[in-house]
Structures are given as structure tokens and as C-alpha cells.
């Protein structure tokens, strides 16, 4: 799994200028933060988890240019054009439980012209590798036992009532036509699915 991880802050990465100032919605403890600070001119990691953050501060170098704010990715509290690029990494758009549609609108509102959106989500063909992860996961104690029943090839239920889908390449198209933007979907490394939108320069 860091190796998926590792492939999509490299793609992410390949995309910033060293101008850029980045919002990271969900970045958890940090842990594509400091890559982030490494590619542009700061970087902004929000997340709704207090103790995650503070995780991510006591983390973090101070020579790498991020700041943490306890924040819901659905309502962020940023005015319109703050930012050159807004990413969301590790199926984000699904972990957080809110409508996907919305937080791809904050995210174009906050993100400046030009700039740009990525949004990743779980290769189909990851899927299997991502099961057999949380079922480890489980034997060890560390998330819920599955429901077997319940979960499916997009949805996979634990017992305890967590539950995290993925976003298919028609789901992001068709969230894409809602917002009436133009989406441009690439596979990473096998194991990821990243949905990249670009907000042209204003007219």
C-alpha cells in the first residue's frame, strides 16, 4: 500500500509548479505533505480529525511549508479562488461520506483560474489487492471483521457498520457533467484512478 501511495503524491507532484500554493483536502496525518511542499510554495492540509492534525504538526518539518486546519472538506472555509490546485488522494472522495458531487464544487470554487482539481480514487483492478488489505487489516484487530455479504467489487462493509466505496471512471464523468467541467482521467501505477480537472484562465 505505501507504494500506491508513494505513485499517486508522484503524479500529484508532476502536475505543480513551484509557484503553486496547494490545498490537500483529508491529509490526515501528512503523509503526502511534505512531497506536496517539496513540488510548490505551500501547502494547506485540512482534515476533520483534531488528533490526526496534530499528528500531521508534530510530523511535519518546518522548512516544508505546511499549515493544518481542522475543517469539513464539504464546507470549506476558504474564499473563492484561494488556491493554484486542490488534490484529494487515496479515495478521499469516498472515505469522507458526503456527496461527491459536493466537494468536487468546493473544490472548484476555492481553486483558482488557471489551476487545477485532482480527485483520485481505487483502479478496478486494485480492487482485489484493496479487499485482501482490509481483511488482513481486520484479522489484526485494526478495522472491523467484514460482512462478506454485504460487501461488493465497489463497496466493502465492515461489520461494525464502516463502509467505503470507489469511484468509477463513469462516476467521475458523470460528476464532472453535473459541474459542467471537463474531466481528464488517467490510471496511475495500476492502483489508482485520478480524476484531473483544469479551470482555464479567466477569459
Not at 459542467?180 to 484531473?196: I, K, M, R, Y
Amino acid at each position: 500500500m505505501q507504494q500506491y501511495l508513494l505513485e499517486e503524491a508522484r503524479f500529484v507532484c508532476q502536475r505543480l509548479a513551484p509557484s503553486d500554493t496547494v490545498l490537500e483536502l483529508g491529509c490526515g496525518y501528512g503523509r503526502i505533505m511534505g512531497q506536496l511542499s517539496q513540488a510548490a510554495r505551500s501547502v494547506v492540509g485540512i482534515d476533520t480529525s483534531a488528533e490526526s492534525l496534530r499528528l500531521a504538526k508534530a510530523l511535519s518539518n518546518p522548512h516544508q511549508r505546511c499549515t493544518f486546519a481542522q475543517m469539513d472538506a464539504s464546507r470549506l472555509a476558504f474564499r473563492p479562488r484561494s488556491f493554484d490546485a486542490v488534490v484529494c488522494v487515496q479515495n478521499g472522495v469516498c472515505a469522507f461520506h458526503v456527496d461527491p458531487a459536493v466537494l468536487f464544487a468546493e473544490a472548484l470554487r476555492v481553486v483558482r483560474s488557471p489551476g487545477r482539481v485532482l480527485f483520485s480514487s481505487y483502479a478496478e483492478r486494485f480492487w482485489p489487492a484493496r479487499l485482501d488489505w482490509f481483511r488482513r487489516q481486520a484479522a489484526e484487530g485494526l478495522v472491523g471483521p467484514l460482512d462478506e455479504l454485504a460487501t461488493r467489487p465497489d463497496t466493502i462493509v465492515c461489520r461494525d457498520g464502516f463502509a467505503v466505496g470507489t469511484m468509477s471512471a463513469a462516476a467521475f464523468q458523470g460528476i464532472c457533467t453535473q459541474l459542467v467541467v471537463a474531466p481528464h482521467l488517467t490510471e496511475v501505477d495500476g492502483s489508482s484512478l485520478f480524476c484531473e480537472v483544469h479551470v482555464p484562465s479567466a477569459a
